[in-house]
């Protein structure tokens, strides 16, 4: 019973005549705001490569390749063409490609993807990023093989994989313009 029937059954019970004229106040359901987010351009740079230690021969030369994959199945392989870059221990492959992640894939504010170092044959286990706040800021990561890891498991100094890869995720809206890379790589969705 509502506060206001409770009031009319007691005026009733009472005997005494009435004239209500009152309006319910209407129901409106509650309503989430959701700030619409523009679409922005965003842009994911692969730096560079580094091979300190390969845990094998030190004056072995190492072809490799760097995959990068995102959630709904699309890959781009560096170097292009099928290529692979060679490289010793010690040694560090400036890359400097610039990816642009299609619109389609940002899904709130946020984009994941998948970067996979195969250096001769051996595939390192790879790194998944989850980039959170994209119109907020721009961000580097370094993806890099678990030296602890490998120790914990009982491998040598020497023989312990040592290898990385630098990554930036970047957008228009926190880029000055000539951080914008014209020879950007557009991917398809």
Known sequence: MTPTTLLLTLIAAAGMSFSVHAEEPAYEPATQVIKEVKPFRTFLTV???NLE???KAQDKVFNTKIEIAFPNGAK???PEGGHRWPI?????????RTLEIPWAFVQSDSTKFTVSITRSGVTIAPCEFSVEQLSQFNRGYICRTDAAVQAEQGA????????SVHVRVFTDRNATPNE??????????
């Open 156 to 163: 040598p100094q020497e023989k312990i994989i040592r290898e």
């Open 88 to 96: 010793s221990n010690g040694q560090s492959q400036e890359i400097n």
């Open 53 to 55: 230690n390969s845990g």
């Open 76 to 78: 781009v392989t560096l």
């Open 47 to 49: 730096q560079k490569y």
């Open 180 to 189: 914008i890379p014209k020879d950007a790589i557009a991917l398809r969705n």
